[in-house]
């Protein structure tokens, strides 16, 4: 019974207070809100890269050049594979499926006076079937192509939009830097990954790529920027990268550390991972200042109310309070003030969560525990931090308190 009293008085003295009592109780919505909102968006964030590398397949591969240091040092890395190395790959490497080397360039692509600044990529037939990727209209690369040094080139959906709007780019010609390409075919949409707009793209024959457009600059062959491999099924990935790391250690005769990289799909992912783990707990950590700051407002509110209601606690204690319900009274207007914030906030995190997946391209859900945690630090903030203003209300003495009567 006592309990529910100092329930009850509890939440009429917040309601006398109703501004002080708002005032209050926005930091812990701003910080609740805040926690919730943050998760949401790292989580978001992960399945967006694991949706992105998902559509690679779960047996994909890829070669790409450089020593690991140099990978991580780097941005310039030095061009160590060439096309005889996918090659052999794809004759020698028994867990191996198919092989798709690419050679990647930026330039400007023009078509009467409209220019485009996109990626150009030199690749080979395989390359359809390895990376998932369709053709909407005409027909992609061929053997053929490569071995003649063909000029066609088969263009990304939105470059295919930009250079020819609402033409039919069929049988029609485009100028990758200084040379003419017929458009035998348009991609079908694919979308981004690893931050790369897949649809602003030429595909090009590789010979063609390294003999007109960059010009073919290894002693050894024709260069590639990395090669993409599928394996024969997802339980070879880890023989095909066992394989494939010894063939090109024999092929470019290493006694030391490599010049070349295998990576998997779960590497990759792995590294994404944990990346977008990291920023996930650094924007927790800001957001949860915002509820360490709501709690010191707390505090200081509950301080100012101990000040101000010094003779109604020096009534009380005259008329036989005892200090343990003078603290309990102080203690569950704290909660209460920091349990309603953390509800409040919680809604409006939850609602900005929403708010972001229907509006971005993050995939963000409110997180069950996210919800748990907040509400429970809020609470727990409130008691915390009511525990000083509580014990100064407490033992105040009720003559000097009647005396300012």
Do not use: C, W
């Amino acid at each position: 019974m006592e309990l529910r009293e100092n329930i009850s008085m509890a939440v009429r003295t917040l309601l006398n207070y109703r501004l002080r009592t708002a005032l209050t109780m926005l930091g812990i919505v701003i910080g609740n809100a805040s926690v919730i909102t943050m998760v949401g968006i790292g989580q978001g964030a992960q399945r967006l890269a694991e949706d992105e590398f998902a559509t690679l397949g779960p047996n994909t591969l890829f070669v790409v050049p450089g020593s690991q240091r140099e990978r991580r040092t780097t941005f310039e890395l030095p061009q160590t594979l060439v096309l005889a190395d996918a090659e052999a790959i794809a004759s020698q490497v028994p867990a191996v499926d198919l092989v798709a080397p690419q050679l990647v360039a930026q330039r400007v692509i023009t078509r009467l006076g409209r220019n485009v600044n996109h990626q150009v990529i030199g690749t080979t037939p395989e390359f359809l079937a390895v990376r998932s990727f369709a053709i909407d209209q005409g027909r992609f690369l061929t053997t053929e192509d490569l071995s003649r040094n063909a000029r066609i080139a088969v263009l990304g959906s939105e470059t295919a939009e930009r250079l020819f709007g609402f033409e039919a780019p069929l049988g029609q010609r485009v100028r990758v830097g200084n040379v003419s390409f017929e458009v035998v075919g348009v991609m079908a949409a694919k979308g981004s990954a690893f931050g790369e707009n897949q649809d602003e793209a030429v595909y090009l024959p590789l010979t063609t790529m390294a003999n007109q457009v960059t010009g073919n600059t290894s002693p050894y062959g024709t260069q590639v920027t990395f090669i993409s491999i599928r394996a024969r099924d997802e339980r070879s990935v880890n023989a095909a990268q066992f394989q494939i790391e010894n063939l090109l250690r024999i092929r470019h005769k290493i006694t030391g550390d490599d010049d070349f990289g295998v990576q998997t799909q779960q590497d990759i992912l792995g590294i994404v991972t944990r990346v977008t783990g990291g920023l996930t707990l650094m924007l927790v950590a800001i957001a949860a200042i915002s509820l360490l700051v709501g709690g010191i407002g707390v505090m200081n509110i509950m301080l100012v109310s101990v000040t101000e209601r010094t003779q109604e606690i020096g009534l009380r204690k005259a008329l036989g309070a005892k200090a343990n319900q003078i603290l309990t009274q102080f203690l569950i207007e704290a909660v209460i003030v920091s349990a309603i914030g953390g509800l409040l906030g919680t809604v409006i995190g939850a609602g900005g969560v929403t708010l972001l997946a229907m509006t971005t391209p993050l995939k963000s859900t409110v997180s069950p525990v996210a919800v748990v945690i907040a509400v429970t630090v809020s609470g727990g903030i409130g008691l915390f931090f009511g525990v000083i203003p509580a014990r100064r209300a407490a033992q105040l003495d009720p003559i000097v308190a009647l005396r300012s009567l």
